[in-house]
């Protein structure tokens, strides 16, 4: 009997033993991460707590565990977006988004005429086509006359920009050419004044004596009295117009979304290439050699079943 009762008040004191040693370890975990929060402010400390069970009599006990979570008080890196940057990145994805009511998906530039006719069959010959034009007509003619209305309208230059906007229009090839451009260039200026008004603008489009003013003219102007750099506008303006391009003829051959995909691709380089022209381009390195597609875009208008406009 004094054997048991010896037994058992050992175990009574080994538990209250561990229990007070487990209040110790707890206490001395509580004051490590007060004292850790206080000399690493740029640490949150939280505090997690968990639910165990020890193997003796199934006691439960509390363990107090912590993490340590990084705050986001460093300074802004190089390579994150500028304010400024990131509201020009915000206008541009906005502006020349297929979701942008532009009326973009109306149009084809000539490339439904091509289908029908037998010049664009498949992947290769669309990519060839659109490099064409892209490089050596509408394309380059197009991104010409945004980057000199943009620098125009940028120094406010009025005469200039009436004069560009005027050499604009009389370059458009045909009747629907003219349609798909001026149409497109009206929306633009409309939503942006209704939308993205800004300081300047409606006394840039005043200047202009020809309205509707073109569609790369409208993007240029626009893009200049948001502030909105140049090489970004011009590179972002040929990627919409190439897409646009590539959508109908998607519809046309018809193309799956990885073919298109795969044209997109591609067109990067000619894209980049093209932009670089443009920028250093004077107005009388202007000049189209995509006879064909120009022929294409005059026959569009008496072609017998169409799904677009041009």
């Excluded at 206008?91 to 973009?104: D, E, I, K, Y």
């Excluded at 569609?215 to 009295?225: E, K, L, S, T």
């Excluded at 298109?260 to 980049?272: F, M, T, Y």
Aim: proline residues 4%.
């Amino acid at each position: 009997m004094r054997m048991v009762m010896m037994i058992t008040r050992i175990t009574t004191t080994v538990i209250m033993i561990m229990r007070i040693t487990i209040m110790v370890i707890t206490i001395m975990a509580t004051i490590t991460m007060i004292i850790t929060a206080a000399i690493m402010p740029r640490m949150t400390m939280g505090m997690i707590t968990i639910i165990t069970t020890t193997s003796i009599a199934t006691i439960p006990t509390i363990t107090t565990a912590t993490s340590m979570l990084m705050t986001t008080n460093e300074q802004v890196s190089a390579g994150d977006l500028a304010e400024r940057e990131a509201a020009a990145l915000y206008r541009l994805m906005t502006w020349l988004s297929p979701a942008f009511p532009v009326g973009g998906f109306s149009y084809s530039s000539g490339i439904e005429w091509a289908v029908e006719a037998g010049d664009v069959t498949d992947i290769a010959r669309l990519a060839d086509w659109l490099d064409a034009m892209l490089s050596d007509g509408s394309g380059f003619c197009d991104a010409t006359f945004l980057v000199h209305a943009y620098r125009a309208a940028e120094a406010g230059d009025e005469s200039s920009l009436n004069e560009i906007a005027e050499l604009a229009a009389a370059f458009v090839p045909s009747r629907e050419r003219q349609l798909e451009t001026t149409s497109q260039g009206r929306a633009f200026i409309d939503i942006s004044r209704a939308a993205w008004d800004a300081e300047g603008l409606d006394a840039m489009v005043a200047a202009c004596r020809t309205p509707p003013l073109v569609y790369p003219v409208a993007v240029g102007v626009v893009a200049a009295m948001h502030g909105v750099p140049l090489a970004p506008t011009l590179h972002a303006f040929l990627h919409a117009l190439v897409s646009n391009w590539i959508s109908a003829a998607s519809r046309l051959i018809p193309l799956g979304q990885t073919d298109s995909q795969r044209v997109l691709v591609k067109l990067e380089a000619a894209v980049a290439a093209t932009a670089h022209r443009a920028l250093n381009a004077t107005l009388d390195d202007l000049g189209s050699a995509t006879f064909r597609a120009d022929l294409a875009s005059l026959r569009h208008e008496t072609q017998y079943t169409r799904l677009f406009r041009s």
